[in-house]
């Protein structure tokens, strides 16, 4: 069973960092792209940024220049660096990880960005 288990989150003043991982495991096969989202409260899911095997990455565009995301293809584990946080960063961030057919997705991690 594929597992995704997301950390990293937590409480911090506006302008500060956090820095998420999550790590894939229970996988057969190989993981093609990964990548975070993030759902605020009363609304949807939304893509904060994705990265192939190889390296290629996509950012929801308000985003980048703030955000980095990177993986490693070793450890199955996918990062996300957030720097200049924002209150309306706050949100509960998702990692998921395409293994085809399939995309999973972790529990979430809680970011709360205080003003």
């Known amino acids: 069973q594929v597992q995704l288990v997301e950390s990293g989150g937590g409480l911090v003043q506006a302008g500060g960092s956090l820095r998420l991982s999550c790590a894939a495991s229970g996988s057969r096969f190989s993981i093609n792209a990964m990548g975070w989202y993030r759902q605020a409260p009363g609304k949807q899911r939304e893509l904060v940024a994705t990265?192939?095997?190889?390296?290629?990455?996509n950012y929801a565009y308000p985003l980048k220049g703030r955000f980095t995301i990177s993986r490693d293809n070793a450890k199955n584990t996918v990062y996300l660096q957030m720097n200049s946080l924002k209150p309306e960063d706050t949100a509960v961030y998702y990692c998921?990880?395409?293994?085809?057919?399939?995309?999973?997705w972790g529990r979430g991690t809680q970011v709360t960005v205080s003003s």
């Open positions: 998921n990880a395409a293994i085809p057919p399939y995309v999973y």
């Open positions: 990265i192939t095997t190889g390296g290629a990455t």
